[in-house]
């Protein structure tokens, strides 16, 4: 079945960087696009980016001003989402999310990994 | 860009109705149909309940339905249970090619 695991948690320090990786299993890798979210503590989910696989496509959201990388690995089947320059408003539990391309929403998602941003 | 604004919570008594609105602009909500509704219980994943304004994914009760008029979209809830009680998040595909999610809806049910 469709699956995409995500990395553990990750507890960082104001200014550095945290990389997240999202392995998909269950379906042809290449074929859909990966999401980033997340939800801070008690607030609502936030789009993030966008990758497609093949790394042709890749979108932000305007918020993160550039702060946000993504790779593809299709020998693996992963994709990593790395976010720098963090501050204690990055806190949150990061998700990545599966779209049919075109269909415009997500019908799988990772399990979430939390990040803290802590000094 | 601003996120669609949905109240922060609505609550209601069991077998009653309840709808959650999602007020964007014409550059999101009001651009096309590509307005979806996701509901999230806390430790859980989002799970997709309304696809395209008003379209139910398989599996998911009829209790749920959507609709749109110009920049708001709306999702009612018939029949409510307890297990409802959620957070809901309207999205949208937007003018800039990205995606937004709505402000959040807590549902209480009483």
């Known amino acids: 079945q469709v699956q995409l695991v995500q990395s553990g948690a990750e507890v960082k320090k104001p200014g550095a960087s945290v990389r997240i990786s999202c392995k998909a299993s269950?379906?042809?890798?290449?074929?859909?696009?990966v999401h980033w979210v997340r939800q801070a503590p008690g607030q609502g989910l936030q789009w993030m980016a966008i990758?497609?696989?093949?790394?042709?496509?890749?979108k932000f959201a305007e918020k993160f001003g550039g702060r946000v990388s993504m790779t593809s690995d299709t020998s693996t089947g992963t994709v990593y989402m790395e976010l720098s320059t963090l501050t204690s408003d990055d806190t949150a539990v990061y998700y990545c999310?599966?779209?049919?391309?075109?269909?415009?929403?997500?019908?799988?998602w990772g399990q979430g990994t939390l990040v803290t941003v802590s000094s | 860009q601003s996120a669609p604004t949905q109240p922060a919570s609505v609550s209601g008594s069991p077998g009653q109705s309840i709808t959650i609105s999602c007020t964007g602009t014409?550059?999101?909500?009001?651009?096309?149909?590509?307005v979806f509704w996701y509901q999230h219980h806390p430790g859980k994943t989002p799970k997709l309940i309304i696809f395209?304004?008003?379209n139910r994914p398989s599996g998911i009760s009829n209790r749920f339905s959507g609709s749109k008029s110009g920049n708001t979209a709306s999702l009612t809830i018939s029949g409510l249970q307890a297990e409802d009680e959620a957070d809901y998040y309207c999205?949208?595909?937007?003018?800039?090619?990205?995606?937004?999610f709505g402000t959040g809806t807590k549902v209480t049910v009483l």
């Open positions: 395209d304004v008003n």
């Open positions: 999205t949208s595909y937007t003018s800039w090619n990205t995606y937004v």
């Open positions: 999310a599966r779209e049919t391309p075109h269909t415009f929403f997500f019908d799988s």
């Open positions: 014409s550059s999101d909500v009001g651009r096309s149909d590509h």
């Open positions: 990758i497609d696989p093949t790394g042709v496509v890749t």
């Open positions: 269950g379906y042809t890798f290449t074929s859909y696009y």
